[in-house]
């Protein structure tokens, strides 16, 4: 059959996993209670309450980052296939994980664990905090690769969430910290360690491209994360709360939009750069996160909007090649960028924010303990729940890339689909006249090309 | 003019049935006076119960489907565009016949008919369910048999509906077997009588393949498709049912996810076939459909989706290419692979689910009654429905497929936009010399040159 | 550096409006106090109320018309990122020029202004009237006229609807006239001065054209938007009226997309046009949305709808080639006939509506003051304020043109993103040699095989 040792791992790793999720959730799972039918009106009320939200963030996690990550022009069906399998397998693992660590923290030891639709929503957060690291190696990693970096990080993701915010406190709604800031460190440490010795070949590799089709495929991607995003920072809002992440959501990332389209333009020679519009664009989102809910009003929106478009654009475009050509870092999508830089800014503008607030009570109308569990130490508590992220992130990307290493090979092809993706033409089992005959047609997938470029093709080559 | 018969018929049977809508719509059609505004906030609080499910069930049937059929290379516009139409054909005609059979039912007799936002819900099933069908034939019929097809096939759909939910009392709250079931069989009795002469030649025809743009096109279908699955399960849900189908669908899929992912990999020499993604992903989401709002735990839920996941792709892989090499029967989306057998496997499901509930009335907490109208002989309807439906849409799709045959002809030139999409180019009342000339530039719409292309031109400059 | 004068232009104007708009928010934009959180559940209701709706609109205005205007074969980029800036710029602008009037209007004079999410919803119709405009010049603007553009239609818009609604007391909840009509019209007017002295040019540009990929684009556009146009009309729907409005728009869409597809192949040779596929099926929700929160039955809505889709294919067959070839008028994506002509039946459905209602009071249950404010002069304020919109949007259109024809030059290179978007192949900074040698690749990304690949075929069939 001639499995390769990859393709193997791959079956095996991912068919564990699922059984045991299974299992696991057969002893542990349950429906919750509250959301049973004695409840009557009110109890679809709260299906309704968290649905939308919860709908929304998926469109977000899966055609949002698996579309923005169509853009290299012969890697379509891997960046939107994985995100499609990682999704499935992050929302089951994150559940349990979250679960874990909820059990330990109310009760000390573990218990039955009831399913809601905010513990779904929680499961896409962990998704999209995966998706967020894929796309810093993205095309350098096999599928089976990327299983375990989802295993692994995962394990530290809900760790940091259990230090940061169930233990410390820190009010991060929208996950400006728990969720971009860590998902995109613990690429940086990933990629440090698993492709950094490959920068430099990757950077000259011309699959490592993108085409104009690929870009108005992603910008699908972009467009529904902008879109969305109000339902990312609201979607375990409490209720009285969702109003103003709504506001300060849309006023963010309108700034942050405008700010990325100014700054690609002086920085590339006068034109728009599609990797700027694409990312950048979205930094506001990012960035608004941990104060999506507090009161910044619209103007403290704007201004978080449009410095992070500014520095994202920055990043972009000064950043990544400096961490590229000196320091030898290869981050495929550009994630330190829109979501690592713009996630310390969220998380320093949710201290600023908070300071306000603690400072000047009236601000809150006395209502300052639905927001702030720690009221006036809360500004530290927010300080000490970034430094940790960064440090969890960075330092559990860094050990799951060791672990990678030490158990395989990356992808042979990087940036190509060919690799794992059967091609019935290439695939099937011909003689090897055939398939020399049928050589020259390889390129036919890459798009379209029909029957009379292969008899143009044939004809020239009878010619010479 | 110089029109064809099936232009022509096209446009004359179109037209009276759109006018015959009309009539009957204003005779008949009034607004449901319980949503009027005399009931205040609680009839929007109604309106926005099921809008946003009905208007998530809409982008299932039109994106969903329309852009899963578009894998195609040469009949993108076909695919997409003759789904959208038939959706706006369904919706009206879904409308009239179940509010015939719904009024049939309840007074023996007709009588003006409220439309409201669930009938409208019932509108898109019914498109759903000839969706499923078309992808049976996709590529080979021409618009007017598609027409037709869609006005015999709610004859039988409306009828089906009668007899197993008004009359047998089946529960069936996601359609694995009304719509689901239903739509395959029918769409495989249509392909038997339609199209199996020519599958030999379909099979060889290049058209009939994909490429990599229209597969991460496809992909986008499947996407929307899994991520809005549970407002399709749930949509009908009767307060306090919700819950449990979001959470029961959203486990199966992910479910059926990684089961196709890993069977795909096995079945296709270690790695990933596009199909089996784009399709056999979704088999959790069909084949949960009959039990999602019943008590069959997450654990429940997972297992029914790994093992549709499974088996669809199994179907893909292995049963597919029996039925088109063996039994000579060829079905070009994989229907059977995606909506029969995950729909069968939905149906018993559902019928352990309710044996189940009948065994341990605890498990319902006393309310089986909502669930359940026929108590202890629930199991048994449960059967009759499946069996009934069986045998209505394969006995419909037969004879809908004779009549088919009886009218007129397939598609001339299968799997190819050209026949029925005007095209400038081509299309344009020009000289026949001029036509002649032009000739050599058709490719122009295939679209995406290749390295090769420009290989070729490098080639021909230096030969110059 | 080499900056053009357009691209300073740009960066400059763009800043000055984003910090303006910033310091503007900061004195002037608080958070309504009713969505505060002493109203409790209450007050989220009301956010959830409003949000799906918004966030329907939102993907109407930039996936919906930015996909839909991406058929133009090398203008994808472009398309889809300038609709993007577009929404984020209008949606703060609208939001200012809208509370400078509400407050004029009900304070007479300037008071701080609450946002709320129905002040969002206005900011995104604000955004699709510029984004109807923009269909007319697509292609043939540069990126610092359409900011100029969309700053000066904004205060023609807001100015129409202080007129037309808050003055006039006009009732039109679907904007057919106050954003069709009114984006159709200014569009009309802008392309007559801006762009008709080149209308033969466009017309033979063999940019100016689509391809089967673009074309399959496009219908995402198009059928999001026909999906999520309930949502467009019934967004600012009091209590008690959106039932009404999803069932009217609904039942309209269907039966102007069938129009559509039977007059399409009529009109073009018994084939279907793609550009009426993506266009004209949408004539339906345009025209119904003056009356479709009013008593019009469905049957009235189908018929709106199905005269809405006929007229408006009619006019993308006959009427635009006559305004190009006679008129001498281009308009790029026709929106003169999706959003032109159905509004203006949109305006004049909603005046035959109203005066059925004054005429038979039992048709509203006595409530016809929710409905007209007006009582039987209602019908005259209708017919008034068609009229002042067709006025203010066609003169305003014909001034900005003027404006922009003062300010500075078109695009250079019409229907091409080369011109504005930064491509590394062209635009780094290389030798001449390395360009040179670099030339013939230049194709390669573009995708899309452009007119050299068909000289290229030429010359080779020629030689044979």
């Known amino acids: 059959m001639g499995y390769k040792k990859t393709q193997i791992g791959f079956i095996t790793v991912l068919t564990i996993f699922q059984i045991a999720f299974i299992v ?32 929304d963030v998926a469109v977000m ?4 980052f698996g579309y923005l990550m169509t853009f290299l022009k012969k890697y379509g069906l891997s960046a939107a296939g994985y995100t499609f399998l990682l999704a499935a397998f992050c929302v089951q693992w994150t559940l349990i994980a979250n679960a874990f660590w ?26 999209a905090t995966v998706m967020i690291s894929f796309g ?33 406190h820190a009010t991060d709604i929208g996950g400006s910290m728990i969720i971009h800031t860590f998902g995109a460190y613990f690429g940086m440490g990933l990629t440090t360690v698993l492709t950094s010795r490959k920068t430099k070949e990757h950077l000259k590799n011309p699959d490592n491209d993108a085409t104009k089709v690929s870009d108005v495929f992603s910008l699908i991607g972009t467009i529904f994360l902008w879109l969305y995003w109000p339902s990312f920072n609201g979607a375990l809002g409490v209720p009285g709360q969702r109003f103003k992440v709504v506001v300060n959501t849309v006023m963010s ?67 990544t ?18 979501h690592g830089m713009p996630g310390i800014i969220g998380g320093i503008s949710g201290i600023i924010a908070v300071y306000a607030g603690t400072e000047d009570h009236s601000l809150y109308n006395g209502a300052i303990g639905n927001y702030f569990p720690e009221g006036d130490h809360q500004p530290f508590r927010q300080l000490s729940a970034l430094f940790i992220t960064l440090s969890i992130s960075y330092f559990g990307g860094l050990l799951t890339g060791f672990i990678m290493k030490f158990l395989g090979p990356n992808a042979e ?28 047609l390889d390129d036919e997938e890459s798009n379209i090309s029909s029957s009379e470029d292969i ?3 044939e004809k020239l080559s009878s010619e010479n």
């Open 24 to 55: 696991l959730s057969s002893i542990w799972f349950r429906y919750d209670e509250s959301f049973d039918e004695t409840s009557g009106a009110d109890f679809d009320l709260r299906t309704d309450y968290y649905y939308t939200y919860y709908s």
């Open 61 to 64: 996690v899966i055609i949002g």
């Open 102 to 127: 909820h059990q330990i923290h109310e009760y000390g030891e573990l218990h039955r664990f009831d399913v809601d639709i905010p513990a779904l929503i929680e499961g896409m957060f962990g998704a």
């Open 136 to 168: 810093a190696v993205l095309g350098k990693t096999t599928p089976l690769q990327l299983i375990l970096i989802a295993f692994f990080e995962i394990i530290f993701y809900s760790l940091n969430i259990y230090i940061s915010v169930l233990r410390t």
């Open 253 to 319: 990332l309108c700034c942050s939009c405008v700010g990325s389209y100014v700054w690609s333009v002086l920085l590339n020679k006068g034109k728009f750069n599609a990797v700027d519009v694409q990312n950048a664009t979205l930094a506001g989102g990012v960035a608004v996160g941990t104060s999506a809910n507090l009161y910044i009003n619209p103007v403290g929106a704007m201004a978080i909007g449009l410095i992070a478009g500014s520095i994202s654009t920055i990043g972009f475009n000064k950043i």
């Open 321 to 338: 090649p400096f961490l590229e050509e000196t320091v030898g870092i290869h981050d495929t999508c550009g994630v330190h960028n829109l």
């Open 413 to 440: 092809k990087p940036f190509t689909d060919e690799e794992f993706w059967f091609d019935e033409e290439n695939d099937a089992e011909e003689s090897e006249e055939e398939e020399l005959e049928k050589k020259p």
């Open 455 to 457: 008899q143009l093709k």
